[in-house]
């Protein structure tokens, strides 16, 4: 059974960092697209990052200069260093593997930015 397990979720305050990981196992995980969505309560889903087999790396507009992901493909994990957190960035987080019309989540884990 595949499964992306999320982790590094927790209260920070307003210009502090998190580092977010994000475990894959039970599928070839260097193929596939890598991505972070964060979901907040009452709005959309909202793509974070992307990150693809050949290394390069897409972010949202509202991310860009202050969260850095990335992926280690020995160990099937992806992360998601988040710095200069707002209390915008108050979600919950989710880790999606995609590979053409194969795509798996996580459980999501909770990330609030509050003083």
């Known amino acids: 059974q595949v499964q992306l397990v999320e982790s590094g979720g927790g209260l920070v305050q307003p210009g502090g960092s998190l580092r977010l990981s994000c475990a894959a196992s039970r599928f070839t995980f260097s193929n596939y697209n890598m991505k972070w969505y964060r979901q907040a309560p009452g709005k959309e889903r909202e793509l974070v990052a992307v990150m693809y087999p050949s290394g390069s790396t897409r972010y949202g507009d509202s991310v860009k200069g202050r969260f850095t992901a990335s992926r280690d493909n020995a160990k099937n994990t992806v992360y998601l260093q988040m710095d200069s957190l707002k209390p915008e960035d108050t979600a919950v987080y989710y880790c999606?593997?995609?590979?053409?019309?194969?795509?798996?989540w996580g459980q999501g884990t909770q990330v609030t930015v509050s003083s």
């Open positions: 999606n593997a995609l590979w053409g019309s194969l795509q798996y």
